[in-house]
């Protein structure tokens, strides 16, 4: 049995989809809002700053991090903001102060270690795809085979974060990679990476499952996950010397924050600076 919608969650609903929001964000946020409402066994226009107070504190206590906490403070702030027209209770939800932690950062050689460790042609060849364009998980599963486009030798991404669509480069390695998978699978639908059981693409499920088999089987920390392939484009891009606009371009961020984090774990790079002590002990000799 379907169970049903009540009004007020329906209400929410039709809040997000009139701002065209994703429907991941739909899903993050309407989530929130039913387990904060499940902890006070309240409805959710019955409680106030305090239960939200009480649920943050519950939420520390079971050890979530700022990544897990400010999805959830999103949704209650929606909630409260849009849906029931509280904006004065939505701004006493401050979101978690971020964590400026350095992103995860794989080797060229680990790259070519993972995608070797893969067996399976489709998985490995989605691995390869996310590094050599630098494409999102999400993004990578949405592929069509019109998508590719040879001929100008681009990757068209389609309804990306933010419902943005743009164009990454198609390398001639790239190509050749996807030629060879496409004679091995031959995908019958329009999707790239099919799923092996429907007529959908495959599910990011899959790809980080098998991504973390693959890591493991290599011994590669338990922090790293596909985004870390795209993390990987980026840096490598850097140390290459291509201008940190173009990366921005090329991941698709709005702000070039999100890209200039890129340039503190160019190691390549950090690498071939010159400490100012050189120059002191070249002018003045080596210091006793």
């Known amino acids: 049995m379907t169970k049903q919608i009540t009004p007020l ?57 700022t990544r897990s906490i400010n999805p959830i403070v999103g949704g209650l702030r929606f909630f409260y903001g849009t849906t029931l027209g ?79 669509d743009r164009y990454v480069m198609l390398s001639e390695q790239l190509l050749g990679i996807l030629r060879t998978y496409w004679t091995h699978k031959w995908p019958s639908g329009k999707h790239l990476f099919p799923s092996p059981t429907t007529d959908r693409p495959i599910t990011v499920r899959s790809v980080q499952r098998s991504f973390r088999e693959a890591a493991d ?24 010397g291509v201008d940190i606009r173009t990366i921005q371009q090329l991941l698709g961020h709005n702000n070039i924050n999100s890209t200039t984090r890129y340039t503190r774990v160019a190691i390549n790079t950090i690498r071939q600076i010159q400490s100012p002590l050189e120059m002191l002990i070249k002018e003045m000799g080596p210091l006793d």
């Open 86 to 164: 509280n904006k004065a209770l939505a701004e006493q939800i401050p979101f978690a102060r971020a964590e400026d932690t350095l992103p995860a950062v794989l080797t060229r050689d680990q790259v070519l270690q993972l995608v070797s460790a893969e067996p399976a042609i489709m998985m490995r060849t989605i691995f390869i795809t996310i590094y050599a364009a630098g494409l999102r998980i999400s993004e990578v599963v949405k592929l069509t085979t019109a998508d590719i486009q040879s001929k100008r030798m681009v990757i068209r991404v389609r309804q990306a974060k933010g419902h943005k």
């Open 217 to 240: 089987g290599i011994g590669l920390d338990a922090d790293v996950s596909p985004h870390t392939l795209r993390h990987s484009f980026a840096t490598h891009l850097y140390e290459q």
């Open 9 to 65: 969650r329906q209400r929410m609903l039709d809040d997000m989809a009139m701002r065209n929001m994703s429907p991941n964000t739909q899903k993050v946020y309407t989530y929130a809002v039913a387990n904060f409402a499940r902890y006070h066994h309240r409805s959710p226009d019955q409680l106030g700053i305090e239960h939200v107070r009480d649920y943050r504190l519950h939420l520390l206590a079971r050890g979530l991090k």
